[in-house]
T-cell receptor, first 113, second 112 residues
């Protein structure tokens, strides 16, 4: 019940395309859902996060869509660029994010020029 | 821009030796986390501190791992003795009351 399932494992898109990564969870106590971007050899960097009181949040080219009833959330990267090539992790937490983050297994995104 | 500082960045140690990692969180962040990330997987929590108190160490292998945050600021994670299976990236993160957690660059540990 603590798992967060992430798909796809890897994704290849062309420059300018839309990258979509999906996550699903079972624990209804989760109330904070961040996405992290990680480059090889670096620590994860917080991209964007959402709480269940909204269904969508947008920051620049990055959008989180949240479906509470389906217990799913997704990251959309618009106008994908080669510099976006990285591994993306979804995560979930309870208590508004004050508890530990439970991470998905990651999606390796490659954006071809 | 405030960052979580970790050292060393890389550490190679022999099996059965002791190793320690240091973390300095973002100033003012009361919550500090140590995560372990095995190559190709997502990070998993080892221990969580609120100020100087441990609030979650349920996944910390306490027979060989220890963590402390004596003054509620910086923190040290120790492994003694190190085993081959401990080879991983050790990540420190900190958060404020907003809940957003920020990670350091990590320490890449290789046990030989």
């Amino acid at each position: 019940q603590q798992q967060v399932k992430q798909s796809p494992q890897s994704l290849i898109v062309q420059k300018g395309g839309i990258s979509i990564i999906n996550c699903a969870y079972e624990n209804t106590a989760f109330d904070y859902f961040p996405w992290y971007q990680q480059f090889p050899g670096k620590g994860p960097a917080l991209l964007i996060a959402i709480r269940p009181d909204v269904s969508e949040k947008k920051e620049g080219r990055f959008t989180i869509s949240f479906n509470k009833s389906a217990k799913q959330f997704s990251l959309h990267i618009m106008d994908s660029q080669p510099g976006d090539s990285a591994t993306y992790f979804c995560a979930a937490s309870t208590q508004g994010g004050s508890e530990k983050l439970v991470f998905g297994k990651g999606t390796k995104l490659t954006v071809n020029p | 821009e405030a960052e979580v500082a970790q050292s060393p960045r890389y550490k190679i140690t022999e099996k059965s030796q002791a190793v320690a990692f240091w973390c300095d969180p973002i100033s003012g962040h009361a919550t500090l986390y140590w995560y372990r990330q095995i190559l190709g997987q997502g990070p998993e929590l080892l221990v969580q501190f609120q100020d100087e108190s441990v609030v979650d160490d349920s996944q910390l292998p306490k027979d060989r791992f220890s963590a402390e945050r004596l003054k509620g600021v910086d923190s040290t994670l120790k492994i003694q003795p190190a085993e081959l299976g401990d080879s991983a990236m050790y990540l420190c993160a900190s958060s404020s009351s907003t809940g957003d957690a920020f990670f350091g660059q990590g320490t890449r540990l290789t046990v030989v």
